[in-house]
């Protein structure tokens, strides 16, 4: 494969997993949520294994795989499942007013590229300018967890804004070392416990999964 | 034989994790919890010796490195866990008597308390950048079920903006690493080798200055959560008023440094590359806003934990504030703060732990007259505020001293600020400690047995170290400052 079209398809991509993310800002349905998060983890699985492919990187392949087992199937997988236990998955939520949610998107895309442009000029990768998508997706992750109030659709946002990180390791510098790499999967692995058992726990004393509901813990008087 | 005290120093706490898992709540777990911290205490004190006798050194194939500033903190985190696992003893059973954890909450959280010390140590010791992330985000994920341990609301609520917003934090500080290893990358080659900071700061010079003063940006929102700068700091007060108060006690007193030790590491880097004071003028604008910050939230609190948790925020944003100033005395300063912040930290979360299960609140207005209901818990309390506030002649007095001293040679413009922290935190604390104590006992309260040990240790420490600094010590911190530079 010649770098020219290598880049064609890693920008293509790149266009891919931020309209997945916006379509996660739009999305109101839980079970539509989880299948565009792990839409976005194929595309990032996709995207790795080309970035791998092209830039001779061995180990991309590795964190390929990973990224298909746990943002593809894993995650996605549990998330469903605590979804139906806890009875949520019809449930749709109250957004913000999204057309105002999208519009502060679209100027978080404008500002990561503004603020990736020193970066993108020293870059000789192919893959330079989808670091601005990858810094822009993990924003929109933010952006979804300020403006969700359900702890699964926070959770979420957590999870795509991690998305984000790992395009942007893939993207700016071909990946981070395996040993951090293997190490950051592990960590999200435990973090995929610890929300599933907050869920529970959450839902046994609030009775919603709303995190409207914690509000106990104000300030002072 | 330094290899095998490293390898024993990070092995032993998750040994322990793993056994406290298996045997879970037995009537001798507290005392494995004990036992295991004792040794990689003693490992850590054995490494110390051996840095301080040959000098820093790189170990396990450049896997790990221990210089002065780094070991120094290992001794202090491996002693504080020790003396958090003796006080932790009696006051566990305390609330297991009282039903407030069950039998696999006891379990859990022996296992969970010695991983945590394993994420800290892990932090401390490597030498690479992203396995420190990775040890910081493990040692968050670690306390998150721990501060949730008691199932009521507010420790759940206070559990989930801990995980979340710690989380959030610590995924920018990943963010600020991915572009430190890219600008690492175009000078040190591709690969492992290119995240070690002893590689790092050799070449420093060359490494590209937008693109670090960008990371640091990055590192400093993500790494300044965890340390609990204002404005990133609302989790801290409800995780810490919310969890068991060993808990509290180490949160306050080892993952603050722990983090803060990150964020100096990346400073000093990042300062070297860019040749400008860029980074350290950010920390000192965190940590003024932070001092004043808590310093004013201090007067508005009524639970007692959640009051010494603001001045946990306030004296990291001293520490900062000291580090990014920079030069010899604010750094030597700085890092005797850490020390001693720690210290007096921990020891005043016992006796509050004391305090609140005498009265069966955290409620101030509720908690009278320690004085006469139990000595120690009274004194322990009074002594450990007025080191806190840093009163001569404690070692908080010094190091306070110290970072005013240098504040007011090189910026005198922040010294007001500074000076105004202090003092409103001095009336504020004092003036809520003094009803405590005094008085006749209420009738709600209990008789209890208190751990002494922990308390006397780290207050008598306190007190030494601000009376004398022994002369091993400076050297460390000398060194520390110089290395920092």
Same mark, same amino acid.
């Given at each position: 494969?010649?770098?020219?079209?290598?880049?064609?398809?890693?920008?293509?991509l790149?266009?891919?997993?931020?309209?997945?993310?916006?379509?996660?800002?739009?999305?109101?349905?839980?079970?539509?949520?989880?299948?565009?998060?792990?839409?976005?983890?194929?595309?990032?699985?996709?995207?790795?294994?080309?970035?791998?492919?092209?830039?001779a990187?061995?180990h991309?392949y590795?964190? /390929?795989? %990973?990224?298909? =087992? #746990?943002?593809? !199937?894993? $995650?996605?997988y549990?998330?469903?499942?605590?979804? +139906?236990?806890?009875?949520?998955?019809?449930?749709?939520?109250?957004?913000?007013?999204?057309?105002?949610?999208?519009?502060?998107?679209?100027?978080?895309?404008v500002?990561?590229?503004?603020?990736?442009?020193?970066?993108?000029?020293?870059?000789?990768?192919?893959?330079? /300018?989808? %670091?601005?998508? =990858? #810094?822009?997706? !993990?924003? $929109?992750?933010?952006?979804?967890?300020?403006?969700? +109030?359900?702890?699964?659709?926070?959770?979420?946002?957590?999870?795509?804004?991690?998305?984000?990180?790992?395009f942007?390791?893939?993207?700016?510098?071909?990946?981070?070392?395996l040993?951090?790499?293997?190490?950051?999967?592990?960590?999200?692995l435990?973090?995929?416990?610890?929300?599933?058992?907050?869920?529970?726990?959450?839902?046994?004393?609030?009775?919603?999964?709303?995190?409207?509901?914690?509000?106990?813990?104000?300030?002072?008087? | 034989?330094?290899?095998?005290?490293?390898?024993?120093?990070?092995?032993v706490?998750?040994?322990?994790?793993?056994?406290?898992?298996?045997?879970?709540?037995?009537?001798?777990?507290?005392?494995?919890?004990?036992?295991?911290?004792?040794?990689?205490?003693?490992?850590?004190?054995?490494?110390?010796?051996?840095?301080?006798?040959?000098?820093?050194?790189?170990?396990?194939g450049?896997?790990?490195?221990?210089?002065?500033f780094?070991?120094?903190?290992?001794?202090?985190?491996?002693?504080?866990?020790?003396?958090?696992?003796?006080?932790?003893?009696?006051?566990?059973?305390?609330?297991?008597?009282?039903?407030?954890?069950?039998?696999?909450?006891?379990?859990?959280?022996?296992?969970?308390?010695?991983?945590?010390?394993?994420?800290?140590?892990?932090?401390l010791?490597?030498?690479?950048?992203?396995?420190?992330?990775?040890?910081?985000?493990?040692?968050?994920?670690?306390t998150?079920?721990?501060?949730?341990?008691?199932?009521?609301?507010?420790?759940?609520?206070?559990?989930?903006?801990?995980?979340?917003?710690?989380?959030?934090?610590?995924?920018?500080?990943?963010?600020?690493?991915?572009?430190?290893?890219?600008?690492?990358?175009?000078?040190?080659g591709?690969?492992?080798?290119?995240?070690?900071?002893?590689?790092?700061?050799?070449?420093?010079?060359?490494?590209?200055?937008?693109?670090?003063?960008?990371?640091?940006v990055?590192?400093?929102?993500?790494?300044?959560?965890?340390?609990?700068?204002?404005?990133?700091?609302?989790?801290?007060?409800?995780?810490?008023?919310?969890?068991?108060?060993?808990?509290?006690?180490?949160?306050?007193?080892?993952?603050?440094?722990?983090?803060?030790?990150?964020?100096?590491?990346?400073?000093?880097?990042?300062?070297?590359?860019?040749g400008t004071?860029?980074?350290?003028?950010?920390?000192?604008?965190?940590?003024?806003?932070?001092?004043?910050?808590?310093?004013?939230?201090?007067?508005?609190?009524?639970?007692?934990?959640?009051?010494?948790?603001?001045?946990?925020?306030?004296?990291?944003?001293?520490?900062?504030?000291?580090?990014?100033?920079?030069?010899?005395?604010?750094?030597?300063?700085?890092?005797?703060?850490?020390?001693?912040?720690?210290?007096?930290?921990?020891?005043?979360?016992?006796?509050?732990?004391?305090?609140?299960?005498?009265?069966?609140?955290?409620?101030?207005?509720?908690?009278?007259g320690?004085?006469?209901?139990?000595?120690?818990?009274?004194?322990?309390?009074?002594?450990?505020?007025?080191?806190?506030?840093?009163?001569p002649?404690?070692?908080?007095?010094?190091?306070?001293?110290?970072?005013?001293?240098?504040?007011i040679?090189?910026?005198?413009?922040?010294?007001?600020?500074?000076?105004?922290?202090?003092?409103?935190?001095?009336?504020?604390?004092?003036?809520?400690?003094?009803?405590?104590?005094?008085?006749?006992?209420?009738?709600?309260?209990?008789?209890?047995?208190?751990?002494?040990l922990p308390?006397?240790?780290?207050?008598?420490?306190?007190?030494?170290?601000?009376?004398?600094?022994?002369?091993?010590?400076?050297?460390?911190?000398?060194?520390?400052?110089?290395?920092?530079?």
């Amino acid at each position: 494969m010649n770098p020219e079209l290598a880049a064609r398809i890693n920008s293509f991509l790149a266009a891919l997993v931020l309209l997945t993310a916006f379509a996660m800002l739009a999305q109101r349905r839980m079970n539509g949520l989880i299948h565009l998060f792990a839409w976005q983890g194929l595309l990032l699985s996709v995207n790795t294994a080309i970035v791998g492919y092209v830039a001779a990187r061995h180990h991309l392949y590795i964190s /390929s795989l %990973l990224t298909l =087992a #746990l943002k593809v !199937v894993a $995650l996605p997988y549990i998330l469903h499942v605590l979804i +139906r236990r806890l009875r949520i998955h019809k449930e749709i939520e109250v957004v913000v007013n999204i057309p105002t949610t999208m519009l502060a998107g679209i100027g978080l895309v404008v500002f990561s590229y503004q603020l990736t442009s020193p970066i993108i000029q020293l870059s000789t990768m192919v893959t330079r /300018s989808t %670091l601005a998508v =990858a #810094l822009a997706t !993990v924003l $929109l992750g933010l952006l979804m967890m300020i403006t969700r +109030r359900h702890a699964v659709t926070q959770i979420i946002g957590f999870l795509a804004l991690e998305n984000g990180l790992f395009f942007a390791a893939t993207s700016a510098t071909y990946g981070m070392p395996l040993v951090v790499e293997l190490g950051v999967a592990l960590d999200i692995l435990i973090a995929a416990f610890i929300f599933g058992i907050f869920f529970f726990h959450i839902h046994a004393t609030f009775e919603s999964l709303d995190v409207e509901q914690m509000a106990r813990l104000k300030e002072g008087e | 034989m330094t290899e095998a005290m490293l390898l024993g120093l990070l092995l032993v706490p998750l040994l322990s994790a793993l056994a406290l898992a298996l045997v879970g709540d037995r009537r001798l777990a507290p005392e494995v919890n004990i036992l295991g911290s004792a040794v990689t205490f003693a490992a850590s004190l054995r490494l110390a010796m051996e840095v301080h006798a040959n000098g820093s050194f790189i170990g396990g194939g450049k896997f790990f490195f221990v210089d002065a500033f780094n070991i120094s903190l290992a001794v202090l985190t491996a002693f504080v866990s020790l003396t958090t696992a003796i006080f932790s003893r009696r006051y566990m059973r305390r609330e297991r008597e009282h039903g407030r954890v069950g039998h696999y909450g006891m379990r859990f959280y022996h296992a969970m308390y010695q991983m945590f010390i394993f994420a800290m140590l892990l932090c401390l010791l490597t030498n690479n950048v992203g396995v420190l992330w990775i040890a910081m985000e493990l040692a968050t994920l670690s306390t998150v079920l721990l501060v949730s341990l008691y199932r009521t609301p507010t420790a759940i609520e206070a559990a989930w903006k801990y995980f979340i917003l710690c989380g959030v934090g610590i995924a920018q500080a990943l963010f600020g690493t991915v572009l430190l290893y890219f600008a690492a990358e175009r000078v040190l080659g591709e690969g492992g080798d290119a995240l070690l900071w002893t590689n790092l700061s050799q070449v420093s010079g060359q490494l590209e200055p937008t693109v670090l003063s960008l990371a640091f940006v990055f590192l400093m929102v993500g790494y300044g959560t965890k340390v609990g700068l204002a404005p990133l700091h609302n989790w801290l007060p409800d995780a810490h008023s919310e969890g068991p108060t060993p808990i509290s006690a180490v949160l306050s007193g080892l993952l603050l440094n722990i983090a803060l030790y990150a964020l100096v590491r990346c400073k000093a880097l990042v300062d070297g590359a860019t040749g400008t004071r860029h980074a350290g003028n950010i920390m000192m604008g965190f940590g003024i806003l932070s001092i004043l910050v808590a310093a004013f939230s201090l007067l508005r609190q009524r639970d007692i934990k959640r009051m010494f948790s603001y001045s946990s925020i306030e004296h990291m944003g001293i520490a900062t504030f000291a580090f990014g100033l920079g030069g010899p005395i604010a750094t030597f300063g700085a890092l005797l703060h850490m020390l001693v912040h720690s210290l007096a930290k921990s020891s005043i979360f016992f006796t509050v732990g004391h305090a609140s299960q005498m009265n069966g609140t955290q409620e101030m207005s509720r908690i009278r007259g320690l004085f006469k209901g139990n000595p120690l818990v009274g004194w322990g309390l009074m002594l450990g505020v007025m080191a806190i506030v840093g009163l001569p002649p404690f070692g908080v007095f010094t190091s306070e001293f110290l970072i005013l001293t240098a504040t007011i040679k090189d910026a005198p413009a922040a010294a007001p600020f500074l000076l105004l922290g202090l003092g409103v935190a001095f009336a504020a604390l004092l003036r809520r400690v003094q009803p405590m104590v005094s008085g006749a006992p209420p009738p709600w309260q209990t008789p209890l047995k208190a751990a002494h040990l922990p308390v006397l240790l780290h207050l008598a420490l306190v007190l030494a170290l601000g009376l004398y600094l022994p002369v091993f010590l400076s050297d460390w911190f000398r060194t520390a400052a110089e290395l920092l530079r």
